[in-house]
Each structure stands twice: as C-alpha cells, then as structure tokens.
C-alpha cells in the first residue's frame, strides 16, 4: 500500500508529461483555429472535451497548455534548489551572525507571496511567462533555504561528521561528502511538493493575466476564460480546473511515496 501513492502519483505526471510531449508533433485539433459553429459544443467524436467560446478544442489547448505549466513549474523549482540548497547547507554548517541574518532574510521573503512578487515585477518588466517563472522561483527558495539548513543540522550531528573531521576534512569536502548526499532525498520529497505549489501559482497567476500572453495557452487562463460562460456551459472552465487538480495531485501523491520510500524509519514500519 505504501508504494500506491508512488504508482498514481508516477502514473498521474507521467500523462501529464505525454500529453505536453506529444503536443509538440501532434494535438487532435489545432489550438488556435477558431470555428464560430462550434463555439459550446458539448464533447463528442469530433471535439473529445468539447470547445470553447470561440469554438477551439479544449483538449488540444490543455495538451499545449501542459507545456507551459511544466516549464514553469520546472525551471522554477530548479531555480530554487540550485539557490536555496546551497544557501541552506552553508548557513548550516556556517554557523554564527552570518547564517542568522540569511534564516531572518528568509523569513521576510516568506511573507512575500508569489502572486505579489509577480505583481511587482509585472510592473517592472511586463507580464509574461518569465515573470512568472522568475516570481515563483524567488518565492519558493526560502523553502528551500529553510529545509536545507534543518536537514544539515540534523547530518552534522552525526558522529560520521566528528570522524571526518578529526580526519581533516575541510567544511567544504564535509558539505559535498556528506551533507550534500544525506539531504539529496529530503530535497527530491520538498522538489515534488514545491512543484505542486509552482502549479497552482502559474495557474493563479495565469487567470489574472499575469503570465503568458493571451495567444498562449495556460490551463489558468482556461478557467478565467470559462468563467464567464459557466451558466452557458461548464466543460471549458471544468476541463482546466480538472487538469490543475490530476497534476497537483499527482505531485503531492509522488512527494508522499518518495517519502515512504526514503525514509528509513517508515520504512520499518511498514
């Protein structure tokens, strides 16, 4: 039961992944072709999930639409481990004024959310996927920092750290040796939960018109569009609003497995 989680969760991204690859060669309509007469179809052979406002297949905009909210979601929490990890060991085996003042730094970042972060820098740098993606990115690195520093503090309790030491290990040697591969699983947990996060705020920030043009396809930008037709019909908002929540869960569901799994002590219990 305890490898359930790691299988939906595997088999949830996974379609998500092929969806948004294979958009790339091949949709069953073209996302952009507008065709008045079909404008509130209902699903049928010719329209999977039926189409919107502007008659365009739903299925074929969220396949395209998975292609942005991946990118987003991985170029942002990329962004965040390859700053925040470091940051996070070093304050850690660092200690003293220096490593304070960067966990207080973080804090304050904490009470930035994203969505506000995207506003301030929508009014620097205009709207657009890379605001987007720089916003969620800057916002989920005090995670990072935070998980980062915890996790390192638990490893140089242990008595592996005293022996490499008394060894003369350098702290930097310490941190690629040791710190770096005890904390890997811990980061891969917090990966697969930050993305889940990067999802919903790429979303959030999509139905505000805050992220990609409005030619571009995003599953946020979906829901807003069906909105206002939603006593009309209720496929173009429901489809998108469907697609966030498969793909939320589904990275929440593989952070629970890679959890079971890389823990040693739920490990024994189960």
Known sequence: MRRLSLVLGLALIGLMVAAAALSLVWTPDDPYLVRPQDRFMPPSWSH?????????????????????????????????????????VISGIRRGWPSQLLLRISDVMFALPALLLAILLVAVRGASVATATWAIGIATVPVFIRMAHAATLSVMAQDFIDAARSCGASRSAIALRHVLPNIAPIVGVQASASFSTAILAEAGLSYLGLAAPATTPTWGRMMRDGQADLFLTAWPALAPGCAIALAVLGFNLLGDGLRDQLDPRLRELG
Request: proline content about 2%; hydrophobic content about 60%; aromatic content about 2%.
């Open 48 to 88: 999977w999930l039926g189409a919107d406002r502007m008659g365009i297949d739903l299925v074929s905009r969220l396949m395209v639409g998975a292609r942005t909210t991946l990118m987003v979601g991985v170029i942002a929490v990329c962004l965040a481990i390859v700053v925040g990890v470091p940051l996070g």
